[in-house]
DNA sequence: CATTAACATACCGATGGTAGGTTTGTCAAG
DNA sequence: CTTGACAAACCTACCATCGGTATGTTAATG
């Protein structure tokens, strides 16, 4: 293959087929060589220039995952103007309308096939997104009396745990009966802590959503 | 190696070995080869008789992990005159005494590079342990009014996931004051379910167990 | 004495990774 | 504007190791 002049669409090209793969076959059951097959005549070569092992082309897409979502967790957390609630509230209407990236619902994900995808979601979510984007919201709250805890930094932690992990339908696939659930269950959760940002309106836009999933996931099933 | 008369005694050597190499290098760098160095004389052929495949090895060494947990569990849940509410009380009291298999602390477990056996007590958590010992309790707690939820399934769920994933000291390693902080944030969630489980007794021995955990910890470290 | 469980040995294809070469764009010196 | 040194972007061929298997051997059982 001819060089290119632009690596970083390379590369791209590599973490998208390579994420495919993942996706379809699991991480551990796509070799190097499928990926290659996969790819527009590009070689082995190519992969291991721009890559270290395989360990790190998994890095690297996991960390595409999770840079929009932080992203928008960043451009809440930075908002003049609104309260500790107001930017939850914000944070989990955003996360409704968007609850994975649109091309993931086309690859019918296997996150039991990729356990290493997910325990890197998990330690990120823990170690890294709430320390960084949940835990000064938090805090926000506390000084604005809308939040009530001694303790903002595990908060934090168990409130995006049950968020990006548990109510995450990649990982634990749930019926739209069950999501709803969820969500009522983590609501009331969140009022213990003196929370109330779930209303009628982000309930019905999940509804709404639950069953959008639901359907393009049983039209994708094998 | 004579062949053996118990040939449950190799399985568990195995199962033994592997554990401890799982802990100490990961899953997927421990080898089979790496395992057979570790046992006595033992060959391949004698593993692939008693295990299918290496994964197997993976899944006897889990289900032997979360079996004795899970038989505490279900004692406590069948243990006739206890309500709800003392039935929870009893599962957190014994979930502190023993927080995890004594042998484990000998070997510095190391479950960021155990995707696999992370993402199996995950699941295992959620659709196992969750719906067949929780729920139970959950529902007789619901029932003499000790719960207060629509939504027992979820709610049992997320209390097993806070305090199995999120709580547990092999995943996400805590200081003393951090492990305390977590117990107090989950004491607050249960309280916003009606549940009122946390006494004086079991902070005082949570205390005094976290600085032994701590202690154990550090003079293993390498 | 036949059968079977409990091992051992020797081997295979596939895999992740590497060494070394080749092409091509960049850019500064002449 | 040319040239040539350099490095980045690839390719090819190869290797050690891995998980797994086929085929044996031995010993307990009934």
């Known amino acids: 293959m001819a060089r290119n002049k632009h690596p970083e669409e390379t590369i791209n090209l590599i973490l998208d087929v390579a994420f495919r793969r993942f996706m379809e076959k699991?991480?551990?059951?796509?070799?190097?060589?499928?990926?290659?097959?996969?790819?527009?005549?590009?070689?082995k070569g190519a992969i291991y220039h721009h890559f270290k092992s395989k360990e790190d082309i998994l890095m690297a897409v996991s960390d595409r995952m999770t840079a929009k979502s932080n992203q928008m967790l960043a451009a809440i957390r930075d908002c003049p103007g609104l309260s500790g609630k107001e930017k939850l509230k914000t944070i989990f209407k955003e996360s409704i309308n968007r609850p994975v990236q649109n091309d993931i619902f086309t690859v019918a994900p296997n996150f039991h096939s990729?356990?290493?995808l997910l325990s890197s979601l998990l330690h990120e979510t823990i170690e890294e997104a709430a320390p960084d984007y949940i835990l000064p919201i938090i805090e926000?709250?506390?000084?604005?009396?809308?939040?009530?805890?001694?303790?903002?930094?595990?908060?934090?932690?168990?409130?995006?745990?049950?968020?990006?992990?548990w109510m995450n339908p990649m990982i634990f696939d749930s019926s739209e009966k069950e999501t709803y659930c969820k969500f009522m269950v983590f609501d009331q959760m969140l009022r213990?802590?003196?929370?109330?940002?779930v209303d009628k309106e982000m309930l019905e836009r999940l509804q709404e959503l639950t069953s959008i999933y639901t359907k393009s996931r049983q039209s994708s099933a094998r």
Chains 1, 2 share one sequence.
């Open 26 to 43: 699991g991480y551990e059951h796509t070799s190097i060589q499928d990926i290659i097959d996969h790819l527009g005549g590009l070689s």
């Open 114 to 116: 990729n356990s290493k």
């Open 140 to 165: 926000q709250g506390i000084e604005d009396c809308s939040v009530k805890t001694d303790y903002p930094k595990q908060l934090a932690e168990l409130i995006l745990l049950a968020a990006n992990v």
């Open 192 to 197: 213990g802590f003196g929370l109330d940002i």
